[in-house]
């Protein structure tokens, strides 16, 4: 159990095309939600990410599930007519964060982080070795 459960869907599995996001320690939860939602709208195909907190994955988020709960917190904010002014406003003041997207350069998958001080991160087939930051 850690703070991110509630985007957690076990549902999911196992089966996410490799994309992981790194959450730094005591990342905000809205902070994390960002995030993923912007892995979900850069990989259209993306239907799941595993969240990886302290260094080990801690469980998937499916796309269909972040769905439901963007839309439950009200993603969109205002009276206005459903699609009037939509903007993909988010929740709450915005959160400045940059991602970070490392690739693997001998199969597809990827890793999403909200800092780059650090090593890049292994693809978890270990002999692929290092993954890259991409520009
Ligand atoms: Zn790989």
């Given at each position: 159990?850690?703070?991110y ?5 076990p549902?999911?599995g ?22 993923i ?9 993306c239907a799941?990410?595993t969240?990886?907190v ?13 769905a439901q ?11 206005g007519a459903?699609g009037a ?12 964060f940059e991602?970070f997207?490392?690739t693997c ?7 999403y ?6 090593q ?5 087939v ?7 930051l991409?520009?």
């Amino acid at each position: 159990m850690n703070a991110y459960h509630l985007l957690l869907d076990p549902a999911a599995g196992q089966d996410v095309r490799a994309r992981r996001i790194v959450v730094p320690d005591g990342a905000p939860l809205d902070l994390v939600a960002t995030a993923i939602m912007a892995v979900f709208d850069e990989d259209a195909e993306c239907a799941a990410v595993t969240l990886v907190v302290r260094g080990l994955p801690s469980g998937a988020v499916s796309r269909a599930r972040f769905a439901q709960l963007v839309g439950a917190i009200g993603v969109h904010r205002g009276d206005g007519a459903v699609g009037a002014g939509d903007g993909g406003t988010l929740p709450g003041p915005p959160n400045r964060f940059e991602l970070f997207t490392y690739t693997c350069t001998a199969c597809d998958a990827r890793v999403y982080r909200l800092e780059a001080d650090r090593q890049p991160p292994d693809c978890a087939v270990a002999a692929h070795g290092a993954m890259e930051l991409q520009p």
